[in-house]
């Protein structure tokens, strides 16, 4: 699976797919496809990532991207008004480790290829 066939599988499980092509250069530069040498996929891989060691299937994987997200962008001002739409578009502009990291794992549990 290339990249843009894991965007449109994270659209159809209702995750932004600018969030998620916002994330395709540090997936790619990781080392684990840099050194494509194992052509074996493990579920418990940890990726050099003690946080991924939980994650072992793809229904998880695409679980902790979301609740990463929502983490991310729920957040309000003094007034009480969401700041949803601001907070995506900093998400969008610069994801942060632990969301790459977690799209990583899900992108390996899906056989994911440069």
Same mark, same amino acid.
């Given at each position: 699976m290339n990249y843009d066939a894991f965007t449109l599988y994270c659209f159809n499980q209702e995750i932004n797919p600018e969030i998620i092509r916002a994330c395709r250069t540090a997936v790619m530069k990781d080392d684990v496809y840099l050194d494509k040498q194992a052509t074996q996929i493990y579920s418990a891989a940890t990726l050099g990532y003690a946080e991924l060691a939980d994650i072992t299937t793809v229904e998880q994987a695409i679980k902790e991207i979301k609740e990463c997200i929502w983490m991310s962008v729920c957040d309000y001002d003094d007034l009480g008004r969401s700041l949803e739409k601001v907070r995506t578009r900093q998400l969008i502009k610069r994801p942060h480790k632990s969301l790459t990291r977690r799209v990583l794992k /899900?992108?390996?549990?899906? *056989? *994911?290829? /440069?």
């Amino acid at each position: 699976m290339n990249y843009d066939a894991f965007t449109l599988y994270c659209f159809n499980q209702e995750i932004n797919p600018e969030i998620i092509r916002a994330c395709r250069t540090a997936v790619m530069k990781d080392d684990v496809y840099l050194d494509k040498q194992a052509t074996q996929i493990y579920s418990a891989a940890t990726l050099g990532y003690a946080e991924l060691a939980d994650i072992t299937t793809v229904e998880q994987a695409i679980k902790e991207i979301k609740e990463c997200i929502w983490m991310s962008v729920c957040d309000y001002d003094d007034l009480g008004r969401s700041l949803e739409k601001v907070r995506t578009r900093q998400l969008i502009k610069r994801p942060h480790k632990s969301l790459t990291r977690r799209v990583l794992k /899900a992108f390996y549990l899906l *056989g *994911g290829t /440069a």
